[in-house]
């Protein structure tokens, strides 16, 4: 009799559990489908804009994840030169937004941090992991100001046009196009992946790494890229349909590295997320990990077809 009890209250407390494990996760998506409907009309402003106000908004975005990342690191016990990793991503940001010194703020910017670095960590009390920190301060610009500056440099300057008439219409910059293209292919990207891996995923993507993806949501997500691609290439800027097709791949494939790079960095600090300012997103870094990839592949497809 008081095995059956015992069963039973084990039963009733799994389901409890199941429960409410299945009420957060519909709290987290109704949170994440909110954000979203705030935030991707004020980041399509600054794609209409460009230049100095997308500037601004890159800006904010680096100065953000650095803190993220600089939390992240110290919470596994490293000690990076945030300043300098902040300074050298500002450099890669102004370097984007002036094309005709491009190169030389890139030298300076390298150059700088080279000669800054190691004397700074001449006088650290304790040199042991110096030279993993030193690695840490560069990557943290690697990773995150390198990327960033693709965004400026594939916008452009000139903004968007609302023609008003005889019959309203906008013109838009092909710099705009490209840039659209990026959001809202990973964007898409991202969501599609995410319900195709919750109700049809079988087969694990990376295990050691991000247990929750799967094959399946890869599958599932690579549609909305390469309809993406569809729309905000072959009418507008004139790319032929199959290239269009390889883009959005690229897109996909990029994305999912993107995710998997930081989902491996958030392993290594042990954290759950890189920060908690967006509701249902996490951190900075969360919401932007698979755009800092695919930024770059769609900027040096641009420059290779000379669109």
């Given at each position: 009799?008081?095995?059956?009890?015992?069963?039973?209250?084990?039963?009733?407390?799994?389901?409890?559990?199941?429960?409410?494990?299945?009420?957060?996760?519909?709290?987290s998506v109704g949170q994440r489908w909110l954000t979203a409907l705030v935030l991707i009309p004020v980041v399509l402003l600054f794609v209409w804009f460009g230049g100095w106000a997308a500037f601004a908004a890159t800006l904010l975005v680096?100065?953000?994840?650095?803190?993220?990342?600089?939390?992240?690191?110290?919470?596994?016990?490293?000690?990076?030169?945030?300043?300098?990793?902040?300074?050298?991503?500002?450099?890669?940001?102004?370097?984007?937004?002036?094309?005709?010194?491009?190169?030389?703020?890139?030298?300076?910017?390298?150059?700088?941090?080279?000669?800054?670095?190691?004397?700074?960590?001449?006088?650290?009390?304790?040199?042991?992991?110096?030279?993993?920190?030193?690695?840490?301060?560069?990557?943290?610009?690697?990773?995150?100001?390198?990327?960033?500056?693709?965004?400026?440099?594939?916008?452009?300057?000139?903004?968007?046009?609302?023609?008003?008439?005889?019959?309203?219409?906008?013109?838009?910059?092909?710099?705009?196009?490209?840039?659209?293209?990026?959001?809202?292919?990973?964007?898409?990207?991202?969501?599609?992946?995410?319900?195709?891996?919750?109700?049809?995923?079988?087969?694990?993507?990376?295990?050691?790494?991000?247990?929750?993806?799967?094959?399946?949501?890869?599958?599932?997500?690579?549609?909305?890229?390469?309809?993406?691609?569809?729309?905000?290439?072959?009418?507008?800027?004139?790319?032929?349909?199959?290239?269009?097709?390889?883009?959005?791949?690229?897109?996909?494939?990029?994305?999912?590295?993107?995710?998997?790079?930081?989902?491996?960095?958030?392993?290594?600090?042990?954290?759950?997320?890189?920060?908690?300012?967006?509701?249902?997103?996490?951190?900075?870094?969360?919401?932007?990990?698979?755009?800092?990839?695919?930024?770059?592949?769609?900027?040096?497809?641009?420059?290779?077809?000379?669109?």
């Amino acid at each position: 009799m008081n095995r059956l009890q015992g069963a039973s209250e084990q039963k009733i407390e799994m389901s409890s559990s199941e429960s409410s494990k299945i009420k957060k996760q519909g709290s987290s998506v109704g949170q994440r489908w909110l954000t979203a409907l705030v935030l991707i009309p004020v980041v399509l402003l600054f794609v209409w804009f460009g230049g100095w106000a997308a500037f601004a908004a890159t800006l904010l975005v680096v100065i953000l994840g650095t803190l993220e990342w600089h939390s992240m690191l110290v919470n596994a016990g490293y000690r990076p030169l945030i300043w300098i990793s902040f300074g050298l991503s500002v450099l890669f940001l102004l370097a984007a937004m002036l094309p005709q010194q491009r190169s030389l703020l890139i030298e300076i910017g390298l150059s700088a941090t080279l000669l800054i670095s190691f004397p700074w960590l001449f006088v650290r009390r304790k040199l042991d992991g110096a030279m993993v920190d030193w690695a840490l301060t560069l990557s943290s610009s690697i990773y995150l100001g390198w990327p960033m500056s693709f965004f400026l440099l594939l916008r452009g300057y000139e903004p968007g046009v609302l023609h008003i008439g005889s019959g309203a219409w906008v013109t838009l910059p092909s710099g705009a196009w490209w840039l659209l293209l990026t959001l809202l292919g990973v964007w898409g990207f991202d969501g599609a992946a995410f319900f195709a891996g919750r109700y049809l995923g079988r087969h694990k993507l990376a295990p050691r790494i991000s247990p929750a993806k799967s094959w399946e949501g890869v599958f599932g997500g690579f549609i909305v890229p390469i309809i993406a691609a569809f729309l905000f290439t072959v009418l507008p800027l004139g790319v032929p349909w199959y290239l269009a097709i390889l883009l959005g791949l690229f897109i996909g494939v990029a994305a999912v590295i993107g995710d998997l790079s930081e989902s491996l960095i958030k392993r290594q600090t042990h954290v759950k997320d890189s920060g908690q300012i967006m509701p249902g997103h996490g951190g900075m870094l969360d919401r932007i990990d698979s755009l800092l990839f695919a930024v770059i592949v769609v900027y040096l497809f641009a420059q290779l077809i000379g669109r």
